[in-house]
Every structure is written in structure tokens, then in C-alpha cells.
Nanobody
Framework: QLQLVESGGGLVQPGGSLRLSCAAS????????IAWFRRAPRKGREGVSC????????YYSDSVKGRFTISRDNAKKTVYLQMNRLKPEDTGVYYC??????????????WGQGTQVTVSS
């Protein structure tokens, strides 16, 4: 059974850092691009970042570019989102999702349950 499980969320002060993890099981992670999304309170879902299966291509939304870094360790079946210089507007539930075979696409077929990130002093 294909499963994605996010972890690493929590409460952090503005300017702080967190590293989110997305652990995959039940399928060959190497074959899939993985995307991170977030949903802020009273807002819609926002695409944050995406990484291709071989890590050759990465994408970031303008709101996180230069602060967040996506990476993956296919041997550990895990994708990471390093979040630095966090702002209150980064608060939300963060989800990872499969984003198509090999290259990032808009085919988001499988989702994790999410992890809460709260940026507040």
C-alpha cells in the first residue's frame, strides 16, 4: 500500500528553521517526483516546492525561494524540506504528494496526512 508520512513540524520562532521529512513506503520512490504543499488557516492550498525523481530539477514558489530547500534520499525513501528564516506567514499544515513519474507534473495522486508548522513568537 502506497503511503507518505510527513514529520518534523512544530512551533518555531520567526527567523528559525525546521526540516520536514516525507517518508515513503509501498512504492518505488526513485520513480516519482515529490511535491510539498501547504494550507494556511483560512487559505487555499499552495504549492511550495517540487523535486524530480533524480533530483536534477527543483522548483520553488516565489514565497519560499531562497529560504527553503528541497532534497531527497532515495536510499532512505525520504524527501526533505529544509525551511530557514521562517516567517509567520509560513504557518500552515504541510503535505507531501507524489507529483508524477520522474519529472514534476501536476499529477498529485497520493498524499500524506500533513504536519503542522507554526511560526510565532
Amino acid at each position: 500500500q502506497l503511503q507518505l508520512v510527513e514529520s518534523g513540524g512544530g512551533l518555531v520562532q520567526p527567523g528559525g528553521s525546521l526540516r520536514l521529512s516525507c517518508a515513503a513506503s509501498g512504492f518505488t520512490l526513485d520513480d516519482y517526483a515529490i511535491a510539498w504543499f501547504r494550507r494556511a488557516p483560512r487559505k487555499g492550498r499552495e504549492g511550495v516546492s517540487c523535486i524530480s525523481s533524480s533530483e536534477t530539477s527543483t522548483y520553488y514558489s516565489d514565497s519560499v525561494k531562497g529560504r527553503f530547500t528541497i532534497s531527497r534520499d532515495n536510499a532512505k525513501k525520504t524527501v526533505y524540506l529544509q525551511m530557514n528564516r521562517l516567517k509567520p506567514e509560513d504557518t500552515g499544515v504541510y503535505y507531501c504528494a507524489t507529483a508524477g513519474r520522474y519529472l514534476c507534473s501536476v499529477s498529485y495522486d497520493n498524499w500524506g496526512q500533513g504536519t503542522q508548522v507554526t511560526v510565532s513568537s
